[in-house]
């Protein structure tokens, strides 16, 4: 996802210092310099925005949500929230610091680290950073938990080294969107995997996440040599997929736990947005819209989960 962060002077800031006289030209050269320095915004909030911020606190609100659902103590539940959301920090920083180059040559200065307010090396420090202080917090937690967040975590920096680029690139998604749910059922003091449904509807998600994100960015992956399922497949093919996954997790959810009147509302909900996302796909070009309503199934298959 990209987060907009400004990186250089306005284009018309810049076109009126160079419209001066040459005798004026040191002086506007050094205003333009400071008008730059002035633009970039502080690191902090330029590292911040590299995260990719939206699904690094939904990941986190939903470790919270699965956590509180399972009856995770309060202090092994502040442990696994913290500790998922220093992970997702890791993965984002390191996806846009890998990045860096290749949203650059297609134009993303929208990206703090394409737009030159943050250096990739800086990015990688602070996410290797992070990924420490991830498996540093699960540890407390317990070697079930100390497992399944490492895993999840190697496969994530696996997908962002190198793997998204290959036919494989869903891979990841499933097997840590998979294991998610697991998260909150090993911080208990009394840890256990969670139940098959659960991790069927989490890799679902996750194959959801993957299909559907990549599509607003085919043409730019393409163009940096970028391949992976979702670009070999296309976007029509992705998005039916996609919304046919998030089926299926709605309808393992819905089976596996007892049919209460919410977990029903839930999985109709789902299923009308699945469906319609589907549809529309071949009625228009895949755009903004059909990804806001495969993400909004997505994200209502997440609550279905958590309510039941």
Do not use: C
């Amino acid at each position: 996802m990209a987060f907009r962060a400004a990186g250089v002077a306005p284009r018309d800031d810049l076109a009126r210092s160079s419209s001066r006289g040459a005798a004026n030209a040191p002086r506007h050269g050094s205003v333009v310099e400071v008008t730059d320095a002035a633009a970039k915004p502080p690191l902090v909030r330029a590292l911040w925005g590299a995260t990719h911020p939206g699904p690094t606190l939904v990941v986190t609100a939903l470790s919270l949500a699965l956590g509180i659902a399972a009856g995770v103590e309060p202090a092994r539940l502040v442990l696994l929230v913290v500790a998922v959301f220093a992970g997702q920090v890791s993965v984002g920083l390191s996806n846009d610091a890998i990045d860096g180059a290749r949203d650059a040559a297609v134009g993303r200065t929208d990206k703090p680290i394409a737009g030159g307010a943050v250096t990739p090396e800086r990015a990688l420090a602070v996410a290797v950073a992070a990924l420490v202080v991830a498996v540093a917090l699960s540890v407390p937690l317990g070697p079930g938990l100390l497992a399944a967040h490492a895993i999840a975590l190697a496969s994530a920096w696996a997908y962002n080294a190198g793997l998204k680029s290959t036919p494989f690139s869903i891979v990841p998604f499933l097997l840590s969107f998979g294991l998610f749910p697991s998260f909150a059922t090993l911080s208990q003091s009394d840890p256990g995997l969670a139940a098959p449904w659960a991790s069927l509807a989490g890799a679902a998600l996750g194959a959801a996440v993957h299909l559907t994100n990549v599509v607003r960015d085919l043409d730019d992956d393409r163009r940096t040599g970028v391949r992976g399922l979702p670009h070999r497949l296309g976007a029509r093919a992705s998005v039916v997929l996609a919304a046919f996954g998030i089926v299926v997790g709605a309808v393992a959810v819905l089976l596996g736990t007892d049919a209460t009147p919410v977990g029903v509302i839930f999985f109709v909900a789902v299923l009308v947005v699945a469906l319609a996302a589907a549809v529309l796909v071949f009625v228009r070009t895949p755009g903004r819209a059909v990804f806001q309503l495969t993400m909004l199934a997505a994200l209502l298959l997440a609550a279905q989960l958590v309510a039941t």
